[in-house]
């Protein structure tokens, strides 16, 4: 019902910045939510960031407040994750993720990820 593709991953040194995007397609009028997680090698997928497409609250990890955010237009059915401040541990695939239920903890559709990695 929705596609999700990510672009934007690439190789950094620590401290830079990179700009995720997330473009959606499909039934995407029924989006309550979209998120981004990721997940290191050896390592189980972990939440990033979320956002409500309707009002466009966002609720962040704590690992990442003050360095990551999270916007998105609605008119291009597309999602951001700007990464500032980035550290060797933020080195990840990162993962789009969108749900037609109410809630930002609980997700039905999934990217195919795009790779982060932050060199020291």
């Known amino acids: 019902q929705v596609q999700l593709v990510e672009s934007g991953g690439g190789l950094v040194q620590a401290g830079g910045s990179l700009r995720l995007s997330c473009a959606a397609s499909?039934?995407?009028?029924?989006?309550?939510?979209m998120g981004w997680f990721r997940q290191a090698p050896g390592k189980e997928r972990e939440f990033v960031a979320a956002i409500r497409w309707s009002g466009g609250s966002t609720y962040y990890a704590d690992s990442v407040k003050g360095r990551f955010t999270i916007s998105r237009d609605n008119a291009k059915n597309t999602m951001y994750l700007q990464m500032n401040s980035l550290k060797p541990e933020d080195t990840a695939g990162y993962y789009c993720?969108?749900?037609?239920?109410?809630?930002?903890?609980?997700?039905?559709?999934w990217g195919q990820g795009t790779q982060v990695t932050v060199s020291s």
């Open positions: 993720a969108a749900t037609f239920l109410p809630t930002t903890t609980k997700y039905d559709y």
């Open positions: 499909g039934r995407t009028f029924r989006t309550y939510a």
